[in-house]
């Protein structure tokens, strides 16, 4: 059965391969001696293979001890699915397990892994250095083709790997963000919970099961961790740590310090909410009151790229010596150095901590 689902494989990714190589032999005429033809050509096995996987990760089958070992530790609270769709097919998850080794060797496992949690994303650290490799690759091997640049096709490749980076730490800040504001409210809760006669482990459920997200889906992980032998204090602990809160460690500083020499935690609690409260409201003044140097450093930052795509769309020719010539090329890298230095001096500027 393995050999015969081997060889129906094979033939689809064929078939496919095929399919999509036809149209484009049958314009191009096949000669093998022109370079278009051989771009084709790879354009079009690129495509199929693009097309098998597709059909693999939306109708592939997960592997039935992964399900039931899931199924079973769903029993001790909200198991979180970070199988991803690599994991149905074993070439790419392979592929996946080699990116984690190189990832831990290069000391950036960690990294990713946490910017992945933080944006909730359902992906392991190698599932997403393998799609993120394998989207530059194909986009910067369909900009290659169509300028017939090699060099336009790495810069391309280059830009897709930079934008999925800066998306994922964009969406994993704004979960950090809705975490901090949602936190005067969380320790509220927990303290109007310890006051009705709740354990602190019982208020803890409560914030999982009342609190919007993304603090229900943190707590409801902290809870469980707590059912699978982990204190409270250092569930909660993970969860600062998760999120990055320093107003949450320091939260789960004062729970220690409590357990340890007693008091009233629901009063402590309370008072480091409204200290919370505070400080947001003024990062909010601050933020109102630095709103016109962030917009003027945006302008300043984008307006570069902005007249450089005007003038190649508008007149190219003139641009043209600036992208095809050693000293133009030359003088685009220092002036993105450049550029770089100034958006972040402008950053130190706008930007004010408290």
Same mark, same amino acid.
């Given at each position: 059965m393995r050999?015969?689902g ?7 990714v ?12 049958a314009?191009t005429g096949v000669?093998? &001696?022109?370079?278009k033809? /051989? ?9 199929g ?6 059909i693999?990760?939306?109708?592939g089958?997960?592997?039935?001890r992964?399900a039931?070992l899931?199924g $079973?530790l769903?029993?001790?609270g909200?198991s979180?699915d970070?199988?991803?769709?690599f994991g $149905?097919?074993?070439?790419?998850r392979?592929?996946?397990s ?5 990832a $831990?060797?290069? &000391?950036?496992?960690q ?15 190698g599932?997403?250095?393998? %799609?993120g490799i394998?989207l @530059? ?7 290659g ?5 090699l060099?336009?096709?790495i ?8 934008l999925a980076?800066?998306t ?6 704004r979960e ?6 949602q936190?005067p409210?969380?320790?509220n809760?927990?303290?109007?919970s310890?006051?009705?006669?709740y354990?602190?482990?019982?208020a803890v459920?409560?914030v %999982?099961?009342? @609190? ?5 889906r943190e ?5 469980s961790e707590i059912?699978?032998?982990k204190s409270?204090?250092?569930?909660l %602990?993970d969860?600062a740590q998760?999120?990055?809160s320093?107003?949450?460690? /320091?939260?789960?500083l004062?729970?220690n310090?409590?357990?340890?020499v007693g &008091?009233?935690?629901a009063?402590v609690?309370?008072?480091t909410?409204?200290?919370?409260l505070?400080r ?8 109102a009151?630095?709103?016109?140097g ?5 302008v300043l930052?984008?307006?570069p790229f902005f ?9 190219p020719t ?6 095809s010539t050693?000293?133009?090329l030359?003088?685009? %890298? ?8 100034g958006?972040?001096w ?7 901590e408290?």
């Amino acid at each position: 059965m393995r050999i015969l689902g081997r060889t129906m494989t094979v033939a689809v990714v064929a078939a496919l391969t095929m399919a999509v190589a036809a149209p484009a032999f049958a314009q191009t005429g096949v000669r093998t &001696g022109d370079p278009k033809t /051989w771009l084709v050509i790879v354009g079009a096995i690129a495509a199929g293979l693009a097309a098998f996987l597709l059909i693999i990760i939306l109708f592939g089958r997960a592997p039935g001890r992964e399900a039931a070992l899931r199924g $079973r530790l769903a029993t001790y609270g909200q198991s979180v699915d970070r199988s991803g769709f690599f994991g $149905r097919f074993r070439v790419l998850r392979r592929a996946a397990s080699t990116a984690e080794g190189v990832a $831990r060797e290069r &000391g950036v496992f960690q990294i990713i892994e946490t910017a992945l949690e933080q944006a909730n994303l359902p992906l392991r650290p190698g599932e997403a250095i393998i %799609g993120g490799i394998g989207l @530059a690759f194909i986009f910067g091997l369909v900009v290659g083709a169509l300028l017939q640049s090699l060099l336009f096709g790495i810069v391309a490749a280059v830009v897709v790997l930079v934008l999925a980076a800066m998306t994922i730490n964009m969406v994993a800040a704004r979960e950090r963000k809705r975490f901090e504001a949602q936190l005067p409210a969380t320790l509220n809760l927990i303290a109007t919970s310890l006051r009705a006669g709740y354990s602190l482990l019982q208020a803890v459920e409560a914030v %999982g099961a009342e @609190a919007p997200e993304p603090t229900s889906r943190e707590f409801g992980r902290a809870i469980s961790e707590i059912r699978l032998g982990k204190s409270v204090s250092d569930a909660l %602990g993970d969860v600062a740590q998760r999120m990055e809160s320093q107003d949450f460690e /320091w939260a789960v500083l004062a729970i220690n310090i409590q357990r340890e020499v007693g &008091g009233n935690l629901a009063e402590v609690l309370q008072t480091t909410a409204e200290t919370m409260l505070q400080r947001n409201r003024l990062r909010r003044e601050m933020k109102a009151l630095t709103a016109e140097g962030r917009v003027s450093a945006f302008v300043l930052g984008a307006l570069p790229f902005f007249l450089f795509a005007v003038i190649f769309i508008v007149n190219p020719t003139y641009i043209k010596p600036l992208i095809s010539t050693t000293p133009g090329l030359a003088a685009i %890298g220092a002036a993105l150095v450049m550029i770089m230095i100034g958006i972040m001096w402008l950053q130190k500027i706008v930007n004010v901590e408290i």
